[in-house]
């Protein structure tokens, strides 16, 4: 049996989830590596990892995925990392340059246009640069951590997520593991791995956890601790749970339906899958 190689997400948000990984003994049993949310998704589809912390669009373009079950990054309120940053009103915005670190918040800006906001924009993809998109665009998408730096007191500012909430009253889900159907043979079977991925994430959020996380990031991104502890406690939801998935189906619906996503298929959690193999 070979190490399963893990693709995480190198923001804050995910400093939590990847707690045991980086603080106890289970990582030696995985290979790590830290790149942008769709380079992980990306590196899921072309083999060279095994499980990502994927964006939910992946979910609905790569298949043979399965979905490890009670674990995601999602929001019940304000996110403060998902923006729409704008030098205009957003009744006035013809066009919005997309961060092409993200999927899921991009199919997002474009089904709350779409549904809520008007549609008829002009949608570009652009590295995630504030002054160069805002230079040639009306807004911009930011997200993670660069979002979390945006002095919001120079600009018009939407957050996605307390946008999509307001609309359907459901949570929104932007995140959550996933592992290749092909890994689930090569993996050593005495790993639990739904049991592995939630204690890391209980173990992250323990209040000494938390301290920590703090004193590392905020020197990074310059909002203070308690602004940390506040974002990853209050702005971030960890629990893959069924409002959740309630809203993660609706989502689905909405971006296949203006053709911002192709149909996603059923989600298949990782238990189902691995019944299948027994």
């Not at 570009?124 to 993670?144: F, N, R, T, W, Y």
């Not at 990074?220 to 069924?242: C, F, K, M, P, W």
């Amino acid at each position: 049996m070979r190490r399963l190689r893990i693709s995480a997400i190198s923001y804050l948000n995910t400093a939590p989830l990847m707690w045991d990984f980086e603080h106890g003994n289970i990582g030696s049993k995985f290979e790590i590596s830290y790149t942008l949310p769709s380079d992980c998704a990306r590196s899921l589809e072309a083999g060279a990892a095994d499980i990502g912390i994927i964006p939910a669009a992946a979910y609905a373009q790569i298949p043979g995925l399965h979905v490890l079950p009670g674990v995601a990054i999602a929001s019940r309120r304000a996110v403060r990392s998902i923006l729409l940053v704008s030098k205009v009103p957003v009744e006035e915005i013809r066009s919005v340059a997309l961060d092409t670190s993200s999927m899921t918040s991009v199919a997002l800006a474009k089904v709350l246009f779409e549904k809520w906001l008007g549609g008829g924009r002009v949608f570009s993809a652009m590295e995630p640069d504030i002054e160069k998109m805002l230079a040639q665009h009306d807004a911009a998408l930011v997200i993670g951590d660069p979002a979390l730096q945006i002095d919001r007191s120079r600009y018009h500012t939407l957050d996605l997520a307390e946008e999509w909430i307001r609309h359907t009253g459901k949570p929104f889900v932007f995140a959550f593991w996933a592992i290749c159907g092909q890994a689930l043979q090569e993996a050593d079977s005495a790993l639990d791995l739904p049991a592995i991925f939630q204690q890391s994430r209980d173990h992250g959020l323990r209040p000494e956890s938390l301290d920590a996380i703090a004193r590392e990031w905020a020197p990074r991104l310059h909002i203070g601790e308690a602004g940390v502890r506040s974002y990853l406690t209050e702005n971030i939801h960890y629990q893959l749970d069924a409002g959740c998935l309630d809203g993660l189906q609706l989502f689905y619906r909405y971006a296949a339906e203006i053709g911002a996503l192709p149909s996603a298929p059923q989600i298949c959690f990782l238990e189902a899958a691995k019944a299948a193999l027994v």
